[in-house]
T-cell receptor
Framework: GAGVSQSPRYKVAKRGQDVALRCDPI?????LFWYQQALGQGPEFLTY????????KSGLPSDRFFAERPEGSVSTLKIQRTQQEDSAVYLC?????????????FGPGTRLLVL | DAKTTQPTSMDCAEGRAANLPCNHS???????VYWYRQIHSQGPQYIIH???NNETNEMASLIITEDRKSSTLILPHATLRDTAVYYC?????????????FGTGTRLKVLA
């Protein structure tokens, strides 16, 4: 079946621009996660949704980062007034069941470059 | 901080078994061990997971020690396409957000 998809795959933004990154999870998956991966590092957790509820946003690095999942399926990660340090790969993952194990399946990521 | 520690890098000859160790001494009773790999410019790919028993699937085997404080991922016949960064993650259970905390992983290089 179809996996997690993300768009765009690549995004170049000028410093100060706003960007929106989209994630389409696997159909029927309840949970959705966003991670940020800097060059040469492992992914770092940003935020978590269960259906449309954002239950954990402890990893968002600043108030310039905002995520939503209004209908419990597609999610958008928005970064306002982008800075060069926002350059990274943004990964989305989804998992289906509401019981263990909650294996996460990752999308290909969006590579953001802020100039 | 990551809940797991892994060697930074390993080499393996093509066709031989690759054994990737992971220490997770603070694992709690209801947490699972997951293994993923990441090939350059791709998202992490799920390989296998386990709770306490050894597990095997078409990609790999997972050996978990009886005290659950460490595990080993085994790729039985490594190929050049297995060259990747391998992440061992401890997560899950019955509470929490189930977020993954990645360490730096093991960079496996399969040599021809």
């Amino acid at each position: 079946g179809a996996g997690v998809s993300q768009s765009p795959r690549y995004k170049v933004a000028k410093r100060g621009q706003d960007v929106a990154l989209r994630c389409d999870p696997i159909s029927g998956h309840v949970s959705l996660f966003w991670y940020q991966q800097a060059l040469g590092q492992g992914p770092e957790f940003l935020t978590y949704f269960q259906n449309e509820a954002q239950l954990d946003k402890s990893g968002l690095p600043s108030d310039r980062f905002f995520a939503e999942r209004p209908e419990g399926s597609v999610s958008t990660l928005k970064i306002q007034r982008t800075q060069q340090e926002d350059s990274a790969v943004y990964l989305c993952a989804s998992s289906r069941p509401d019981y263990p194990p909650r294996t996460q399946y990752f999308g290909p990521g969006t590579r953001l470059l802020v100039l | 901080d990551a809940k797991t520690t892994q060697p930074t890098s390993m080499d393996c000859a093509e066709g031989r078994a690759a054994n990737l160790p992971c220490n997770h001494s603070t694992i709690s009773g209801n947490e699972y061990v997951y293994w993923y790999r990441q090939i350059h410019s791709q998202g992490p790919q799920y390989i296998i997971h386990g709770l306490k028993n050894n597990e095997t699937n078409e990609m790999a085997s997972l050996i978990i020690t009886e005290d659950r404080k460490s595990s080993t991922l085994i790729l039985p016949h490594a190929t050049l396409r297995d060259t990747a960064v391998y992440y061992c993650i401890v997560s899950g259970g019955t509470s929490g957000t189930y977020k993954y905390i990645f360490g730096t992983g093991t960079r496996l290089k399969v040599l021809a």
